[in-house]
């Protein structure tokens, strides 16, 4: 029986990586292998998950619940909201740069978060898996960069 609960728990995990852009390429067997480099952590409503000026050390996807991201000084309005399936601090996973924004759990959530050290132990071991990431990151990042530019030719501020 603890075998049976723990296989539904191994396919019900890989399920929840599998609903992020960030893993949509990987297979069932490649997202058990990420998973094995993946640490959850739970945080309550209001509460910071990282601040603006901390070093960037991990990659965080929603697993459940919600964040908002707030620059320095702006925290009554969110830049964004983010929802069940979205990710944020990847350039954590690239660089050791301060964090530009503060992260806060918007409801209780539940975060799977992939830290640097965890995501280079997977590139060394894995590396189709990790190159499938990096490049779904790389996509993610270039669209990112597409829209902040195209906002700066409509006339809007990009700070």
Excluded at 84 to 113: I, M
Aim: charged share 20%.
């Amino acid at each position: 029986m603890l075998w049976f609960s723990r296989a539904h728990q191994t396919i019900k995990v890989s399920h929840r990586l599998a609903n992020t852009e960030l893993f949509c390429n990987l297979t069932e067997r490649e997202l058990k292998i990420v998973d094995a480099f993946v640490h959850d952590r739970t945080f309550l409503a209001g509460e910071v998950v990282f601040d603006a000026g901390e070093e960037g050390q991990a990659l965080y996807i929603i697993v459940s619940g919600a964040a908002a991201i707030y620059l320095p000084g702006q925290h009554e309005t969110p830049l964004a909201e983010l929802k069940t399936g979205d990710f944020f601090g990847e350039l954590g996973l690239l660089d050791d740069w301060p964090r530009s924004a503060q992260v806060r759990a918007s409801a209780p959530s539940e975060l799977a978060v992939l830290f640097r050290g965890d995501f280079e132990r997977l590139m060394d071991a894995h590396a189709q898996i990790a190159s499938k990431i990096a490049m779904q990151l790389a996509r993610h990042l270039g669209q990112r960069l597409r829209q902040m530019l195209a906002q700066t030719t409509d006339g809007a501020v990009i700070q």
